[in-house]
């Protein structure tokens, strides 16, 4: 931090009056008819690490030498004015009686005569300097004793009055007689102030920039702060502007922050992010709606630009198992005025792939209508199409769920619902007509911090566990069943800046894993779609969808299971600005048996590389299988948005 910032509005009362901002000479921007001294600043170390930085942050002869070029008598004037800057750093680190010495020399001449920075011959001196010749600007600086807080008043600036803090005022405040008189402790502590009083209703407190006097005999900082909380206030009126196609009365009952409540701003600006996020706004700002109170109330002023309601967007990915999946997306963002958004999707998708026989496609409509009776509980239905040739099976099929997620709290949501599937599926020759209804049930946990899914996680948890009770009911060429599909997964991420040999967000461990069983039926009256399979970059990269478990003999045709276990440990790294890299290993099977870890054990390994774009990263895998099953691919490729998990 430069000492500008730091000293910005302190104001020192002794022999001199000072305010940080003054201190700023306009001799360096000074242009003079003569030709560009070159020169070179050698600043020594105070033996302080973090005074160093201020100090070479504050000085224009070293931060200004290799990019504005100036002549000899602006030379001149910009010595005289690091004078001013650097003891404005010194004194920012609480060294008020430190001194400044900056010498200059011809650089490569031993007998080079040494001129005092404020020597009234410097100009000349510059002036005299042969052309092609460089100068040395040597600056050393004395800090002298450090200096300490004397007396600390907070004094009301109406009555001139001390102002009574409470506990928990004062320790926001933070400022104690004998602590280290650094400038930006001082002036950090006002904001402090002001956020608590702010944040316990005193909506009109108001905190002034401080008085310090310096007292030389004692090297210590005497400390005024004018300031005054003003009256507690509740919320008062609140009004909102900028709504055209979103309904008023949506965004009141969305509203976090009610009429009476304690006016806090932490509150307030919650229920502003709230609404932002809804994802039809394009800005939403929130002010107070008066400058004096309103019979003991703050009127609120929320204003709203909205979003484009409509959106086109495109939708491609690869793997050399599933190919490639290709289509395009509608979105309306607002559909009936409340938020609602509607997404209709068209992929193709089978086009290549070691895991298929052929194209398919995947359509379908998605309908989101936030809160749904009730605040944080939101309803989806899907209605979709779907035809996919797999080696293991052929699949036409017909969906319709409906489900309500509901938000527990800042990390957990709950879902639950109803789906229904009419399919057919042809397998050896064979076809079958299937029925099933299932009430799907879950919950998940998610602590990363990460809203965008496609945004990379740099650590904590995400975890979920389902339950869906199914019956199948009988159709053609099938009998009816009853079973209980379960799983459970889970993925972490740490940081390697935690151990002291990374930057933060630089190098990354994850982890993740997943168990799945399914209970009351067994795998040949469970339909083939709805068993478990492995393989592919949702499990174990390496081997290809479904290539993981129980096969038809020694075929390529999957049979499915009843249980599954998988995991994966990847370490990610990022290089430069815009790449970065990856390696993972991971691990799985598949059972006929309800019970996880049964199966044959297949274990893939690979790495790829990352390019970081605005909305996420592209990510390209190469996977082998590390004991590959008898016709399985010898290697795999995955390209796609965003990391795997």
């Known amino acids: 931090m430069s000492s500008k910032g730091v000293l910005d509005g302190l104001v020192l009362t002794a022999n001199r009056v000072m305010t940080g901002v003054t201190l700023w000479g306009a001799a360096a921007g000074c242009a003079w008819a003569a030709d560009p001294q070159p020169y070179v600043t050698q600043l020594a170390?105070?033996?302080?690490?973090?005074?160093?930085?201020?100090?070479?942050?504050?000085?224009?002869?070293?931060?200004?030498?290799?990019?504005?070029?100036?002549?000899?008598?602006?030379?001149?004037?910009?010595v005289r004015n690091d004078y001013d800057r650097l003891r404005s750093a010194l004194e920012s680190?609480?060294?008020?009686?430190?001194?400044?010495?900056?010498?200059?020399?011809?650089?490569?001449?031993?007998?080079?005569?040494?001129?005092?920075?404020?020597?009234?011959?410097?100009?000349?001196?510059?002036?005299?300097?042969?052309?092609?010749?460089?100068?040395?600007?040597?600056?050393?600086?004395?800090k002298g004793p450090l200096y300490h807080?004397?007396?600390?008043?907070?004094?009301?600036?109406k009555t001139n009055m001390p102002v009574a803090l409470t506990q928990a005022q004062q320790q926001a405040f933070g400022l104690k007689t004998g602590q280290d008189a650094v400038a930006?402790?001082?002036?950090?502590?006002?904001?402090?102030?002001?956020?608590?009083?702010?944040?316990?209703?005193?909506?009109?407190?108001?905190?002034?920039?401080p008085r310090a006097y310096l007292q030389p005999q004692t090297h210590t900082l005497d400390i005024v702060y004018p300031a005054s909380a003003g009256p507690v206030l509740n919320i008062g009126t609140i009004d909102v502007d900028g709504l055209k196609r979103v309904h008023e009365k949506f965004v009141r009952r969305r509203l976090t922050v009610q009429e009476g409540e304690l006016y806090q701003p932490s509150k307030i600006e919650a229920a502003r992010q709230d609404l932002s996020s809804l994802g039809v706004f394009s800005n939403v700002g929130v002010k107070d709606g008066s400058t004096k109170p309103v019979n003991g109330t703050m009127p609120l002023d929320f204003t709203f630009k909205e979003a484009k309601r409509r959106s086109v967007g495109a939708e491609a990915g690869y793997s050399t198992d599933l190919g490639a999946r290709v289509g395009a997306t509608w979105?309306?963002?607002?559909?009936?005025?409340?938020?609602?958004?509607?997404?209709?999707?068209?992929?193709?998708?089978?086009l290549g792939g070691s895991a298929q026989q052929g194209l398919g496609y995947d359509v379908y409509a998605d309908f989101m209508k936030p809160d749904f009776y009730s605040r944080n509980q939101n309803l989806s239905v899907r209605i979709e199409a779907l035809r996919q040739l797999f080696w293991s099976y052929r699949q036409t099929a017909f969906l319709v769920n409906a489900g309500i997620t509901r938000r527990i709290d800042k990390h957990w949501n709950v879902n639950f619902g109803l789906a229904a599937e009419q399919e057919n599926i042809e397998q050896f020759n064979v076809s079958r007509d299937y029925t099933i209804v299932s009430a799907p049930l879950g919950a998940t946990f998610d602590n990363t911090g990460v809203g965008n899914p496609i945004e990379p996680a740099l650590h904590g948890v995400r975890a979920s566990i389902n339950a869906t009770p199914s019956v199948s009911l009988g159709n053609k060429g099938s009998g009816t069943s009853f079973f209980a599909i379960l799983n459970a997964s889970a993925s972490t991420y740490f940081d390697l800046k935690h151990l002291g040999i990374s930057k933060p967000g630089r190098s990354i461990i994850a982890l993740r894993a997943m168990i799945g069983s399914i209970q009351g039926a067994s795998t040949y009256d469970i339909p083939p779609d709805q068993r478990m399979y492995a393989g592919g970059s949702a499990t174990v990269r390496g081997y290809r969808w479904q290539g993981v478990g129980p096969q038809y003999g020694r075929t390529r045709y999957a049979i499915g299971g009843t249980s599954l276990d998988a995991g994966t440990i990847e370490y990610r790294q990022r290089l430069f600005k815009s790449f970065g890299m990856a390696g993972f290993v991971d691990a799985g099977q598949v059972g006929s048996g309800s019970m996880p870890f049964t199966g044959t054990l297949?274990?893939?390994?690979?790495?790829?590389?990352?390019?970081?774009?605005p909305i996420g990263p592209v990510r390209v895998d190469v996977a082998v299988p590390l004991n590959r099953a008898y016709r399985g691919d010898k290697w795999d490729l995955y390209i796609g948005l965003g990391e795997t998990f």
């Open 93 to 142: 680190y609480g060294y008020y009686d430190g001194t400044v010495q900056i010498s200059l020399h011809r650089a490569k001449e031993k007998d080079s005569v040494t001129v005092d920075g404020m020597s009234p011959a410097l100009s000349d001196w510059l002036n005299s300097v042969p052309a092609g010749g460089k100068v040395i600007a040597e600056i050393k600086v004395q």
């Open 149 to 157: 807080l004397g007396s600390v008043k907070v004094i009301d600036p």
């Open 184 to 209: 930006q402790d001082v002036l950090g502590s006002g904001g402090n102030l002001l956020d608590v009083w702010r944040e316990e209703g005193h909506a009109l407190a108001r905190v002034d920039k």
């Open 45 to 78: 170390g105070s033996g302080q690490a973090d005074l160093d930085a201020a100090l070479k942050s504050s000085s224009d002869l070293l931060n200004l030498q290799a990019t504005h070029a100036v002549g000899p008598f602006a030379l001149a004037g910009r």
């Open 331 to 350: 979105t309306h963002y607002n559909i009936l005025g409340n938020a609602e958004r509607l997404k209709l999707t068209a992929l193709i998708t089978g």
């Open 602 to 613: 297949r274990v893939g390994a690979g790495g790829g590389v990352r390019y970081y774009t």
